[in-house]
């Protein structure tokens, strides 16, 4: 059981789809939905990657900046 919904409840989620788009859409229908997850994920990830990157570049600016401070009061 996923979520609350079982077996007979996804067969009828299964049907009623099979009658709207009919049976010839469905591969598509598959298709485009995981190229929109599979896009989602990959753009996620880059988000991550750049967020940790700028984070990176952060702290290198600023251990560079304490060190020319402290060059300049010694």
Do not use: H
């Amino acid at each position: 059981m996923i979520g609350g919904i079982g077996m007979p409840e996804l067969l009828v989620i299964l049907v009623i789809v099979l009658i709207i788009f009919g049976a010839g859409k469905l591969p598509e229908i598959g298709a485009g939905l995981g190229k929109g997850i599979r896009n989602f994920k990959k753009a996620t990830q880059e988000a991550e990657l750049a967020g940790s990157k700028s984070e990176s570049v952060e702290k290198i600016e600023t251990k560079q900046e304490s060190a020319e401070t402290d060059k300049t009061t010694s």
